[in-house]
T-cell receptor, first 115, second 114 residues
Framework: EPEVTQTPSHQVTQMGQEVILRCVPI?????FYWYRQILGQKVEFLVS????????KSEIFDDQFSVERPDGSNFTLKIRSTKLEDSAMYFC?????????????FGPGTRLTVT | GNSVTQMEGPVTLSEEAFLTINCTYT??????LFWYVQYPGEGLQLLLK?????DKGSNKGFEATYRKETTSFHLEKGSVQVSDSAVYFC?????????????FGGGTRVLVKP
């Protein structure tokens, strides 16, 4: 069964450093998403991406964040200058296009620890 | 805006007990409703979904019915197992420009004891 993969599984970085979280969505999916889950809190939407551009972003997704689909398979989330409060589990998800209620398939997540 | 409210946990049960997790929602537009499950150390997996009023989603013995009149989507299982110990998230999406962006509830941790 196809699955979404994410690397690395755990990233430790120092405050102010740049990090890139990588995701490989399911190959025939067209919508891509990033969510985050701060420890013990709810899963929060960050950004959605379709047709090579951001289709919606939340207020969390400020200028420190960016997303990119650099080739036909990878989907990346970059945090330019990490803060302590960016420590969270980051989930990538993908779904097929054009259907209300279409299932999103989630990757296993990257745990980001900012020290 | 869209929001999901679900009962806080943790919920601790004995094996073979009946499980109910309440979920209510507010949405602009006509939402699709989901239950996702997160097992320890893993990502989110879709457990079941319903896309219109009165639909019942079911999977692995779990059920939830889309109740538009009460804006609810309560999760139930008649006889839980230790392997059902996990965090359960109720979520909704309203299809639009952002595709099927999910709005999640706070999650309910369920612990099933032998």
């Amino acid at each position: 069964e196809p699955e979404v993969t994410q690397t690395p599984s755990h990233q430790v970085t120092q405050m102010g450093q740049e990090v890139i979280l990588r995701c490989v969505p399911i190959s025939n999916h067209l919508y891509f998403y990033w969510y985050r889950q701060i420890l013990g809190q709810k899963v929060e939407f960050l950004v959605s991406f379709y047709n090579n551009e951001i289709s919606e972003k939340s207020e969390i997704f400020d200028d420190q964040f960016s997303v990119e689909r650099p080739d036909g398979s990878n989907f990346t989330l970059k945090i330019r200058s990490t803060k302590l409060e960016d420590s969270a589990m980051y989930f990538c998800a993908s779904s097929e296009a054009g259907l209300a209620g279409a299932e999103q398939y989630f990757g296993p997540g990257t745990r980001l620890t900012v020290t | 805006g869209n929001s999901v409210t679900q009962m806080e946990g943790p919920v601790t049960l004995s094996e073979e007990a009946f499980l109910t997790i309440n979920c209510t929602y507010t949405a602009t537009g006509y939402p699709s409703l989901f239950w996702y499950v997160q097992y320890p150390g893993e990502g989110l997996q879709l457990l079941l979904k319903a896309t219109k009023a009165d639909d019942k989603g079911s999977n692995k013995g779990f059920e939830a019915t889309y109740r538009k009149e009460t804006t609810s989507f309560h999760l139930e299982k008649g006889s839980v197992q230790v392997s059902d110990s996990a965090v359960y998230f109720c979520a909704l999406s309203v299809f639009g420009a952002a595709g099927n962006k999910l709005t999640f509830g706070g999650g309910t941790r369920v612990l099933v004891k032998p």
